[in-house]
């Protein structure tokens, strides 16, 4: 069983900044890339940033400059930093990792339970 816990959501003004953590935890493996996603009421769930093991990332063009991911690879955490905050960006965080099972070696794709962020102008 492997399971992916964000903590870190949480309400803030407008040019603030949070930061969002998720462990995984589990029968794992190895990691590839872990990553945030995000989903506003109404809307589809879009991508926000990724990391990958090497540490190659990639950011929304929405995002940038303004957030940033990383990993900690010993504790199979990944971060995101969110600075300058605006009421768009309030929606449900979402990490999720691609990760190899050391049970049966197979490669999935978790997703955790989500955070709220909710950016107040």
């Known amino acids: 069983q492997v399971q992916l816990v964000e903590s870190g959501g949480g309400l803030v003004q407008a040019g603030g900044s949070l930061g969002l953590s998720c462990v995984a935890s589990?029968?794992?493996?190895?990691?590839?890339?872990m990553g945030w996603y995000r989903q506003a009421p109404g809307k589809q769930r879009e991508l926000v940033a990724t990391?990958?093991?090497?540490?190659?990332?990639n950011y929304d063009d929405s995002v940038k400059g303004r957030f940033t991911i990383s990993r900690d690879n010993a504790k199979n955490t990944v971060y995101l930093q969110m600075n300058s905050l605006k009421p768009e960006d309030t929606a449900v965080y979402y990490c999720?990792?691609?990760?190899?099972?050391?049970?049966?070696?197979?490669?999935?794709?978790?997703w955790g339970q989500g955070t709220q962020v909710t950016v107040s102008s």
């Open positions: 999720n990792a691609h990760l190899k099972r050391s049970d049966n070696f197979v490669s999935y794709a978790y």
């Open positions: 589990g029968s794992i493996f190895s990691i590839n890339a």
């Open positions: 990391v990958t093991s090497g540490g190659t990332t």
